[in-house]
């Protein structure tokens, strides 16, 4: 059975447009108009990736797609954003969606997102039993996305946050391009022109700050990209 991709937007003519551009494509494709309609479609279980405009008629702004991302169970989520405002895609990113988009739309970049979340959710479905990573304090368990700081609390990362978070770690004490993180946690090419990556970045680490003398765990390469430190041998406790 094809997988149902549910797209809702106020403007009617960007729901014409783009189902009659992906009506090829090996996934369904159901249209709705209002924030109304599309909780409907996520509770009989329809999509299983819903592209959600931010402004409806019978809805708060951003208020759909809090409500998907708060679901126990919830479709992937891409967020269309109704400016090009660096300021609404970081907050879709913070909220903890799948990826994030300005409009205007086109339609040949929102597939290639869509197949890429789509497979990064594929990926991250795989059966993984690896035991949780120990990295300068925080013990971080990849294949749950969650994390132990070292205060004891937990974070809960998104997707792409986690692919992030394992590249880094797999290459921890050298630098990772954007080109290789954008690769790795995106499925595309980076784009100096938009801030997706940097803005997933900047999500992780509000996630990961404990408010000590520790030094941050992800670092900024000025030109490059991001890198974890290696951890520090520990010297021995001074005997009493």
């Known amino acids: 059975m094809p997988r149902t991709v549910l797209i809702t937007d106020r403007d009617p003519q ?18 709705v108009g209002s924030a109304a309609e599309a909780r409907a479609a996520v509770l009989q279980g329809t999509p299983s990736l819903v592209v959600a405009g931010t402004e409806f008629a019978d809805a708060p702004p951003l208020d759909l797609a809090r409500w998907i991302l708060a679901r126990a169970v919830r479709p992937r989520l891409i967020v269309l ?21 300005s409009k205007p739309v086109f339609p040949r970049e929102l597939l290639a997102r869509i197949r890429s979340v789509m497979r990064r959710a594929d990926e991250g479905c795989a059966p993984r039993t690896a035991a ?21 609390g937990t974070a809960v990362l998104s997707v792409t946050e986690a692919r992030v978070l394992e590249t880094l770690i797999a290459q921890r004490g050298a630098p990772v391009s954007r080109e290789e993180l954008s690769r790795h946690a995106l499925g595309r090419p980076w784009n100096p022109e938009e801030r997706a990556l ?5 999500s992780l680490r509000r ?18 990209g991001y890198t974890i430190d290696r951890d520090e041998a520990r010297p021995d406790r001074p005997r009493a």
Do not use: W
């Open 14 to 31: 960007i729901l014409n447009d783009l189902a009659t551009y992906f009506a090829s494509e090996p996934f369904a494709v159901l249209t």
């Open 132 to 152: 949780p990573v120990q990295v300068q304090g925080y013990s971080i368990n990849l294949p749950s996305r969650l994390v132990t700081l070292p205060s004891g």
């Open 207 to 224: 996630k990961l700050f404990v408010p000590t003398p520790l030094k941050p765990l992800i670092h900024t390469v000025r030109n490059v």
């Open 81 to 101: 954003c109704e400016r090009a405002d660096p300021v609404d895609r970081t907050i879709g990113l913070e909220l903890g969606a799948d990826d994030c988009m």
């Open 198 to 202: 940097d803005q997933h970045v900047a």
